[in-house]
């Protein structure tokens, strides 16, 4: 591939942009500058490729695979408007490249969020029929009781959606505390699923995706993360 495009796949802008970045010597491919923008690049999957523009290091990513412990107040848009943005959290460089939430997560919910520029991984997990298990924790207004979680688990109806939904895997953790995990992803489920029960969520928080958990990323809350491949596997791997 040649550098200039390598480049600008990377999110340095245009063609013609980073054409003079090579040029202005601001760039190195494995620790060696280059200025000839038509300079070939060979890129082989096993093998790392590092640059640096202007002295920052960077790694060749054919496509980027995010996962952000996210905040509370930020919002899953690019124009958010009452709130932050997930994506005041990434560089220009990432934004460039087209990257987007996997799914939504309500500006009060915290928890795992993906972020990806490959969408043919976002149409995997978020296609209506795809159905991947996403684990939630949540505090509830009043105590949760037997005939709540038994609804969940039986499934609920929702105004304007048809067929009905149901939780699996529902533990209660705590008098006002539940975990559950859904399969599928309408707007604002976890919220709907307990207002049809009776009860109301105060706190959302999601823990795992398919069955790639929070924990096991060591996340605190605002920080991301590029997924290994081995990651993404697991993020895909609880479909049915
Ligand atoms: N369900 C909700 O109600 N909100 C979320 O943010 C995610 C799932």
Request: glycine share 6%; with cysteine.
């Amino acid at each position: 591939m040649l550098l200039e495009k390598m480049l600008q796949s990377q999110g340095f802008g245009s063609r013609k942009h980073c054409q003079q970045l090579i040029k202005n010597g601001a760039v190195t491919i494995m620790g060696e500058t280059q200025t000839n923008p038509k300079f070939a690049i060979k890129i082989a999957p096993e093998t790392v490729l590092q640059f640096s523009v202007y002295g920052q290091n960077y790694q060749y990513r054919e496509k980027v695979y995010i996962a952000l412990h996210k905040p509370q107040g930020y919002e899953c848009s690019h124009q958010a408007t009452h709130h932050f943005s997930v994506f005041d959290l990434f560089d220009d460089v990432l934004l460039n490249r087209g990257l987007q939430c996997v799914g939504r997560l309500d500006q009060d919910t915290t928890g795992l969020l993906l972020l990806t520029d490959d969408g043919q991984f976002l149409q995997a997990l978020t296609h209506p029929k795809k159905h991947v298990a996403k684990v939630y924790a949540m505090h509830t207004a009043d105590p949760i009781n037997a005939t709540q979680i038994q609804q969940l688990e039986q499934g609920v109806a929702l105004r304007n959606e048809s067929g009905t939904f149901a939780a699996t895997e529902v533990q209660q953790l705590a008098e006002h505390e539940l975990q559950m995990t859904i399969h599928q992803g309408v707007y604002h489920q976890v919220k709907r699923m307990l207002a049809a029960v009776g009860n109301k969520v105060e706190q959302l928080h999601r823990q795992q995706v398919g069955a790639l958990n929070l924990t096991d990323l060591a996340l605190d809350v605002g920080e991301w993360m590029y997924l290994s491949p081995e990651h993404v596997e697991l993020a895909k791997s609880r479909m049915e």
